[in-house]
């Protein structure tokens, strides 16, 4: 479970278990069978929340390796859950969920409904997949929802060419492995070893390329498209409205997907 911590518009992160960088395709609605996720869609890989003075802002990704084709699900709704509370570590905060659905139309037509406790304070339904999102009719309540782009940046040619030079020197290397297994090396090994982490495998200058774009779709780097890997929904939210009008100002924030 991940929770996102509000204090003051400052952001602390508070876990109930390790904390990740990415989490993909590892839920018991995603979960393997012979290689096939069963439902990417109600995967959720990534919860952020942050806020400035007016707005609390909140985005869930799901669907690892999203394309231009990806929707997300009919049968699933996306939850946000705000715990507002009057401090950090508060252990009765007070409750709100912002409950997003989806229809089969192309583009998506998008449902997103704010209850405080039971009670359904705004609400907001359209197409969401432009820049502009879609807004409630009090203005109080914006939603996104659509294909975005989860960059994970990494230098792979130069770690490639890097990994193929231990490989290649690994009889030599062998003897200096502390219990770690990794190896102690001298100044003029060394050198080597970052001078080829700056270069492309073709010896050019190497640039620091997205790691999930450019495969193929059998590759372990990711989509073969240029357009997307996640489907992301993000919530603009007036804070007045989560924070029972500023009485409660401190944020948790989780999310979970429900069949």
């Known amino acids: 479970m991940r929770r996102t911590w509000l204090v003051g518009g400052a952001l602390?992160?508070?876990?109930?278990a390790p904390a990740y960088a990415a989490d993909h395709a590892d839920g018991p609605a995603a979960i393997q069978k012979n290689g096939t996720a069963i439902d990417l869609s109600a995967?959720?890989?990534?919860?952020?929340?942050?806020?400035?003075?007016?707005?609390?802002?909140?985005?869930?990704?799901?669907?690892?390796?999203a394309t231009s084709a990806s929707k997300f699900s009919d049968k699933v709704q996306y939850?946000?859950?705000?715990?507002?509370?009057?401090?950090?570590?508060?252990?009765?905060?007070?409750?709100?969920?912002?409950?997003?659905t989806?229809?089969?139309?192309?583009?998506?037509?998008?449902?997103?409904w704010l209850q405080d406790g039971t009670t359904t304070s705004d609400y907001v339904k359209g197409d969401a997949t432009q820049t502009a999102g879609a807004t409630s009719a009090s203005g109080k309540l914006k939603v996104f929802a659509g294909l975005r782009d989860d960059a994970f940046f990494f230098n792979i040619q130069g770690f490639r060419a890097v990994a193929k030079f231990v490989h290649d020197n690994i009889g030599t290397l062998a003897p200096t492995l502390d219990p770690a297994g990794c190896p102690h090396l001298d100044s003029t090994t060394a050198a080597t070893a970052r001078t080829l982490l700056t270069k492309q495998t073709d010896g050019t200058t190497a640039g620091?390329?997205?790691?999930?774009?450019?495969?193929?779709?059998?590759?372990?780097?990711?989509?073969?498209?240029?357009?997307?890997?996640?489907?992301?929904?993000?919530?603009?939210?007036?804070?007045?409205?989560?924070?029972?009008?500023?009485?409660?100002?401190?944020?948790?924030?989780?999310?979970s997907t429900h069949k």
């Open 12 to 16: 602390a992160l508070c876990l109930t």
């Open 102 to 112: 989806f229809t089969t139309d192309s583009p998506q037509v998008t449902k997103c």
């Open 208 to 255: 620091v390329d997205d790691f999930m774009k450019g495969g193929t779709a059998a590759s372990p780097l990711g989509v073969a498209s240029l357009s997307g890997n996640i489907l992301s929904i993000a919530v603009q939210v007036d804070k007045k409205i989560v924070t029972n009008n500023g009485s409660n100002p401190v944020i948790g924030v989780w999310a």
């Open 79 to 100: 939850v946000f859950h705000v715990n507002a509370g009057t401090k950090y570590g508060d252990t009765s905060p007070k409750p709100y969920t912002i409950i997003c």
């Open 43 to 65: 995967d959720i890989t990534d919860v952020y929340a942050w806020s400035d003075t007016t707005n609390a802002y909140l985005i869930m990704n799901v669907g690892a390796n």
